[in-house]
């Protein structure tokens, strides 16, 4: 896991020429590396946008209507969860608890964290995001 958080760092993704490297370093097959890879939602194969946008999807939240929020912004920007824009700005990915449970439905901006959200707020995240 180490290994994979300093190729996110280093790379924005973990290309997939590296999961043939890391599997040969720890004599893994490259399966069990890139099960490893595409099992946890914080690593990618591919660049995020120079915004990153995570929604919870935690109980929580969806009790806090979360869910019509995601769904508000998806629509919005025409994207599948982990999509990106076609300008490269922002990618919108699910989150699965930030802690902010006593003031759901809640986000994370670039590893800022948002609580309280109501579909103005968003809308105005998304809409600074694009800046």
Request: aromatic share 6%; charged share 25%; with cysteine.
């Amino acid at each position: 896991m180490p290994i994979l958080h300093d190729l996110q760092a280093t790379f924005d993704q973990i290309p997939p020429e590296a999961v043939v490297f890391v599997a040969e370093a720890l004599n893994l097959t490259r399966a069990e590396v890139h099960g490893v890879v595409s099992f946890y939602h914080d690593f990618r194969d591919k660049p995020a946008g120079r915004h990153v946008l995570k929604l919870c999807r935690a109980e929580a939240c969806q009790s806090m209507n979360s869910e019509d929020l995601a769904h508000q912004v998806l629509d919005r920007l025409g994207l599948e969860w982990g999509g990106t824009t076609p300008d490269g700005r922002l990618t919108v990915e699910a989150t699965y608890c930030l802690g902010l449970c006593a003031c759901a439905p809640s986000a994370m901006l670039d590893g800022e964290p948002i609580a309280r959200l109501t579909p103005q707020s968003l809308d105005d995240i998304v809409r600074d995001a694009g800046r």
